[in-house]
């Protein structure tokens, strides 16, 4: 049973960083698309980036620039790496990862950020 388990979220003030973690149990780790998605309140989930297995990334408009997705392999772990934050940049992020027959999700970590 494959498992995700984020942290590193928190409250942050404008224009600061903070890096997400996303460990991975159960599975082949680097066989797997990833990525983070987050939800905001009373929006849809959305994609932030997401990252082959061969290291191939991609990033949403709002975040191109800013943030930055990364893999170890070795650690079966996922990260995002979020500067230059933004008020709009605060919701829940979702660790995500593409299996063979359907899609896991982690139970989510809240960024906020404010001054």
């Known amino acids: 049973q494959v498992q995700l388990v984020e942290s590193g979220g928190g409250l942050v003030q404008p224009g600061g960083s903070l890096r997400l973690s996303c460990a991975v149990s159960g599975g082949i780790f680097s066989i797997y698309v990833m990525g983070w998605f987050r939800q905001a309140p009373g929006k849809q989930r959305e994609l932030v980036a997401s990252i082959t297995p061969g290291g191939s990334t991609n990033y949403a408009d709002s975040v191109r620039g800013r943030f930055s997705i990364s893999r170890d392999n070795a650690k079966n772990t996922l990260y995002l790496e979020m500067n230059s934050l933004k008020p709009e940049d605060t919701a829940v992020y979702y660790c995500?990862?593409?299996?063979?027959?359907?899609?896991?999700w982690g139970q989510g970590t809240q960024v906020t950020v404010s001054s």
């Open positions: 995500w990862l593409q299996g063979s027959t359907r899609n896991y």
